[in-house]
T-cell receptor, first 116, second 113 residues
Framework: GAGVSQSPSNKVTEKGKDVELRCDPISGHTALYWYRQSLGQGLEFLIYFQGNSAPDKSGLPSDRFSAERTGGSVSTLTIQRTQQEDSAVYLC??????????????FGEGSWLTVV | GNSVTQMEGPVTLSEEAFLTINCTYTATGYPSLFWYVQYPGEGLQLLLKATKADDKGSNKGFEATYRKETTSFHLEKGSVQVSDSAVYFCALVPDTGRRALTFGSGTRLQVQP
């Protein structure tokens, strides 16, 4: 499809396990973002990739969280040793060029993570 | 730092009523301003945007005007429908530094027939 694609759409994992969430941005978009949406916490910025620049990781909540973006396209968000407080919807988004503040940022449907 | 403040919900209206959802922001320079909408069970969608002062964004009968002097971007619709029931998020992207969205907390709108 033409939109931002995320997988899995739903993931239930046991506390302490590692999880990987995948994002396929819109073709040609150089900027990619990860956000987290928790009940009662709103939308929280996690990490931002822009082209070949070093990613802005300032929103990652702990060192258990990491993300990479291969070949300037697909991105994977990894959460190690998951905790119950990691349960949330993880949203990926992309835009044409992150340097232009007016560019529209398009969101995927999200990956709903439940840690039990 | 940058921040967005929205009126708390839920906002409950009857069909055909006038809607206003207030949004104010704090940011240096000239950020771009956005309204996103999240319908039940769906992802975030861009509703409208404005990229400079006095611009008016509009879509699906919704409007918002970028007011630099009051640092506001209030969302309005003249006549709401049941299908407008959703959560509405005001957001900004700064014109310097990290070009990522900073969101308000969201306002839930419930429209009753």
């Amino acid at each position: 499809g033409a939109g931002v694609s995320q997988s899995p759409s739903n993931k239930v994992t046991e506390k302490g396990k590692d999880v990987e969430l995948r994002c396929d941005p819109i073709s040609g978009h150089t900027a990619l973002y990860w956000y987290r949406q928790s009940l009662g916490q709103g939308l929280e910025f996690l990490i931002y990739f822009q082209g070949n620049s070093a990613p802005d990781k300032s929103g990652l909540p702990s060192d258990r969280f990491s993300a990479e973006r291969t070949g300037g396209s697909v991105s994977t968000l990894t959460i190690q040793r998951t905790q119950q407080e990691d349960s949330a919807v993880y949203l990926c988004a992309s835009s044409l060029a992150g340097q232009v503040s007016g560019n529209t940022i398009y969101f995927g449907e999200g990956s709903w993570l439940t840690v039990v | 730092g940058n921040s967005v403040t929205q009126m708390e919900g839920p906002v409950t209206l009857s069909e055909e009523a006038f809607l206003t959802i207030n949004c104010t922001y704090t940011a240096t320079g000239y950020p771009s301003l956005f309204w996103y909408v999240q319908y039940p069970g769906e992802g975030l969608q861009l509703l409208l945007k404005a990229t400079k002062a006095d611009d008016k964004g509009s879509n699906k009968g919704f409007e918002a005007t970028y007011r630099k002097e009051t640092t506001s971007f209030h969302l309005e619709k003249g006549s709401v429908q049941v299908s407008d029931s959703a959560v509405y998020f005001c957001a900004l992207v700064p014109d310097t530094g990290r070009r990522a969205l900073t969101f308000g907390s969201g306002t839930r709108l419930q429209v009753q027939p």
